[in-house]
């Protein structure tokens, strides 16, 4: 089976760095993906990782360490928008193929003026 | 390049009643996978179809059925609903083999049972 912990909530300042932790088990592993999802709205993609080291993409990065099964998203400049929940989540080794995604409890951001 | 709807949006129903939820997936996508978010959770992975047959499957029972048809649009069924099916239900899609380009989620369908 696969588990996922990343923090219950988080709250940073408007315009500071913030870093959300995730740590996985999982019996394989096929990448470490991150997922923003704001009230009421879709889970929208961010990024994924399929090797270890550091991926950026504008404001937002996201780090795999393989070894340690742990990885971590970057906010930077944070903005008020930035509100929102982010999941990390490992794909499945069950199935060939497309495997299908399995998610962390998710992280609540707060951002505050 | 469009994106997955679902429908209905909201929907309310009595326990013991069944539901069919219905997605329509990204232009170009071969595969759906259902989830269901409780309040305050992650998405919680229901099953998965790939050229309309189900390939994958989580934690749920029997009574939550599906199918994905030829045009890769999808149905969600419940059967016997219970209070606790009362969530979030996701429809994603995606592309075989490109994973690292993401699921694209709908915005959802609200189930509240009664």
């Known amino acids: 089976g696969q588990s996922l912990e990343q923090p219950s909530e988080v709250t940073a300042v408007e315009g500071a760095i913030v870093q959300i932790n995730c740590t996985y088990q999982?019996?394989?592993?096929?990448?470490l993906s991150w997922y923003q999802q704001h009230d009421g709205g879709a889970p929208t993609f961010l990024s994924y990782?399929?090797?270890?080291g550091l991926e950026e993409t504008g404001r937002f990065s996201s780090f795999l360490s393989r070894s340690d099964s742990y990885g971590y998203l970057l906010l930077q400049e944070l903005q008020m928008k930035d509100s929102a929940s982010y999941f990390c989540?490992?794909?499945?080794?069950?199935?060939?193929?497309?495997?299908?995604?399995?998610f962390g409890k998710g992280t609540r951001l707060s951002v505050i003026a | 390049e469009t994106g997955v709807t679902q429908s209905p949006t909201h929907l309310i129903k009595t326990r013991g009643q069944q539901v069919t939820l219905r997605c329509s997936s990204q232009?170009?996508?071969?595969?759906v996978s259902w989830y269901q978010q409780a309040l305050g959770q992650g998405p919680q992975f229901i099953f998965q179809?790939?050229?309309?047959?189900?390939?994958g499957r989580g934690n749920f029972p029997p009574r939550f059925s599906g199918l994905q048809f030829p045009n890769y649009s999808s149905e969600l069924n419940v059967n016997a609903l219970e209070l606790d099916d009362s969530a979030l239900y996701l429809c994603?899609?995606?592309?075989?083999?490109?994973?690292?380009?993401?699921?694209?989620f709908g915005s959802g369908t609200r189930l509240t049972v009664v």
């Open positions: 994603a899609s995606s592309l075989a083999g490109r994973e690292g380009h993401g699921y694209t």
């Open positions: 179809y790939y050229r309309e047959e189900e390939n």
């Open positions: 989540a490992v794909r499945d080794q069950a199935n060939s193929g497309n495997t299908p995604l399995v």
């Open positions: 999982t019996s394989g592993f096929y990448g």
């Open positions: 990782n399929a090797l270890d």
């Open positions: 232009s170009g996508h071969n595969t």
